[in-house]
Each structure stands twice: as C-alpha cells, then as structure tokens.
C-alpha cells in the first residue's frame, strides 16, 4: 500500500513556486498577493485560513486577510467583493465558505471577477473548464489531479467514482477526470445521497474519491482490493483523550480499507496540502495573466 503523502507533495511544489517567486523578484516583476476574506468566527474556517496565508509566506507571496464579524449584511460583503475586484494589486482573492446563514453565497460567488476567482467556483471558470480551455480550475479537485499525476497514477479507462456532488468538490471531479487528457479520460460515476446501493458501486471503483462530510462512512467492504483511495472529507469527531477535545477524521475508515488500497491518502495531510498549493498555483497564474 502507498500512501499518497498530500503533505510532503505540498512541500516539494512549495519550493517549486518559491523559485518561481524569487525569479519574479529578481526580475522586478509583480510578486503574486493573494487576499482571503473571512467572515464570522468559525473554528475550521479559521484554520483553513491561517494555512492559506501561512503558506503564501513560504513561498513568498504576499497574502491578505480580510476579517468581518458573522453580523456583516449582504451589502456590506458585496462591497468588500468590489474594492478587492477593483485593487489592481491583489491577483487573485476567495471568500471562505462556508458563509453564515443570512449571507447569500450564490450572490457573492457571482460578484467575485472571473480573472480573481482562485477558487475557480465562479461560472465563468466552471464553464471554461467543462468546455476544455484555460481557466482557473476548483482548488481541491485540481489539487487531487496534481496528486495523482505527481504519484503516477493512471487514470485512463479506468473507473472512477466519485462520492458526493457538491459544487466544489464532486461535481469539478467528474468533469476533470473525464476528459480527454492525463490525467483525465476515466469512465467517471457520480454518487450522492439519493444513490441506490452506494456499496456497490464503490465495489467497482478503480480510483475512488469520497466527498461526502460523513466520518469513516467508507469502509473495506465497500472497497474493491488494489482500488486508490482519495479522501477529501474532513471531519471533527469528539475524542476526549484528545487535548482539543476532537480528533480529524475523514469520509474513509483509513484503518480498515487501506488493508485493501493499493494507494490511499491520509487524512489530514492528504487532499487539504493539495488544495493549497493547488489555490497557490492559481494564484501565481493570476499574478502573471495581466
Ligand atoms: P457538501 O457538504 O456540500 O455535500 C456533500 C455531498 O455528499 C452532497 O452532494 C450529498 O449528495 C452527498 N451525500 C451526503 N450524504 C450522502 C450519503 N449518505 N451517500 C452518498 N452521498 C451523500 O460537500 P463538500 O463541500 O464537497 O465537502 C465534503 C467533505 O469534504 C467535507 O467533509 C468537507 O469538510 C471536505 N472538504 C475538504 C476539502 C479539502 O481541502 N480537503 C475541501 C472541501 C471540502
């Protein structure tokens, strides 16, 4: 069994982008800022951010973070969205989801300049990606490419089934992993929660990837012996032999089913380092599109 180390991956493409950096700076060129707003107080939030920026300034980026209470009206976000639109310094910026309840996300998404948008969520980029041309793709199922590409996992003709159809996560991965490309060009199976008989098609699965928000619902039965393993689910199940009180858990029983993986990601330090520097790649395209 392989374990596809998302986190020592991040650090290898780390370095990568710092000699990018440094070779910008010497040239006096445009050193990439990515900004990110986040609103309310919420834990996991918080920590996605803090990762976010800390590791911009690995690489040398420049990074802002623009903090607003939970109470911020619609108005007042949107304005937000515009004055980071319109900084002609920032290169590219995301809005942390999730947003608090009277916040419409699909509003803000839809404000967010299609030329700033590193999450790659926005229509335009959504639309330029299912139609093949250049664009900033969602971090997480473009980090997940660059994982099984940097690991030299075929993906060609091979079934792959993807476990929750989410905006930003399942739904991008099917279109990724279906076109006629490396990797790409799998037979590509969508699940979600009306699914029949999930189990059985995960049986099916050469490469799996489950993002559904349910710990450890994965489990070795349900996963055929030599399958990839892709756990983008992260999960704070209650542990109270654990300092904070919580331990990390994935959409995979890692215990039981990596007896069965032929590669299989942990769970932290498998998808989450790749969604970074996957937004950090974004970011630097950003910076040298003008
Ligand atoms: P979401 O919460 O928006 O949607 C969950 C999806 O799972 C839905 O499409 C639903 O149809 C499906 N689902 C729910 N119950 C199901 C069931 N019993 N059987 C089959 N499908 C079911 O999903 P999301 O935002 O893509 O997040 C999924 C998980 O991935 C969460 O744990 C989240 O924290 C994590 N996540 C991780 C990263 C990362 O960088 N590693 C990034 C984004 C999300």
Do not use: W
Not at 57 to 86: C, H, K, M, W, Y
Not at 241 to 270: H, N, Q, W
């Amino acid at each position: 069994m392989q374990l596809l180390d998302g986190k020592s991956l991040s650090q290898t493409i780390k370095e990568e982008l710092k000699t990018e950096v440094d070779a910008i700076r010497q040239a006096a060129g445009k050193i990439p800022h990515l900004a990110a707003v986040l609103v309310g107080d919420d834990p996991a939030s918080q920590v996605y951010v803090r990762n976010k920026v800390r590791s911009c300034e690995e690489v040398g980026f420049r990074s802002s973070l623009i903090r607003r209470p939970a109470t911020i009206s619609q108005e007042e976000l949107l304005e937000v969205v515009e004055t980071l639109n319109d900084d002609p310094d920032v290169d590219g910026f995301i809005v942390q989801l999730p947003l608090p309840a009277h916040l419409d996300e699909d509003a803000i998404n839809l404000a967010i300049s299609p030329q700033k948008d590193v999450d790659g969520f926005t229509p335009v980029n959504i639309g330029r990606m299912t139609l093949g041309l250049e664009a900033y793709l969602p971090a997480t199922p473009n980090g997940i490419m660059v994982l099984l590409e940097r690991y030299g996992i075929e993906t060609s003709g091979k079934e792959v089934v993807v476990l929750g159809r989410s905006n930003i996560v399942g739904t991008p991965m099917t279109i990724l992993l279906s076109r006629k490309r490396q990797p790409g060009n799998a037979t590509v199976t969508l699940c979600h929660s009306r699914t029949r008989d999930l189990a059985a098609h995960c049986r099916r699965a050469d490469i799996l990837i489950a993002a559904i928000g349910i710990p450890e619902m994965v489990t070795a039965d349900m996963v055929k012996e030599g399958a990839v393993i892709i756990d983008v689910g992260i999960n704070r199940v209650d542990d109270s032999s654990r300092k904070r009180g919580y331990r990390l858990a994935g959409d995979v029983d890692f215990e039981s089913v990596k007896a069965k993986a032929s590669a299989i990601t942990p769970v932290p330090g498998g998808v989450g380092p790749m969604t970074i520097v996957s937004l950090m790649m974004n970011t630097l395209k950003a910076s040298q599109a003008k």
